[in-house]
């Protein structure tokens, strides 16, 4: 999971920072930092992310799974036919 696919899941999903914090029982810091790329994460702490993510209705689509080529994400279907493309991400969601 990159840190953009995990900002366009949140906008799908309408979710803040501190959502996905509590949701992924991590730190807000962690979130932060993850999403501007200012660290990596442990194997768990991204698990633990995705998971959460996941749970709320996420699809991640790896690099390849998209017409672009690179990686993605969507709602499980059913949930919604609302699409976010990476280009089009901002910090409009963002703490």
């Known amino acids: 999971m990159t840190p953009s696919q995990c900002r366009a899941a949140r906008a799908l999903l309408d979710m803040t920072q501190p959502e996905l914090a509590e949701a992924a029982q991590l730190g ?23 998971a959460a993510l996941e749970s709320a209705g996420i699809v991640l689509l790896d690099a390849g ?31």
């Open 28 to 50: 807000l810091s962690t979130i932060v930092d993850f999403e501007k790329s200012r660290r990596e994460l442990s194997p768990d702490a991204t698990e633990k992310i995705r």
């Open 65 to 95: 799974a998209n017409r672009d080529g690179g990686p993605g994400v969507r709602l499980r279907d059913g949930l919604s036919s609302e699409t976010i493309s990476l280009a089009d991400l901002n910090a409009s969601n963002d703490d």
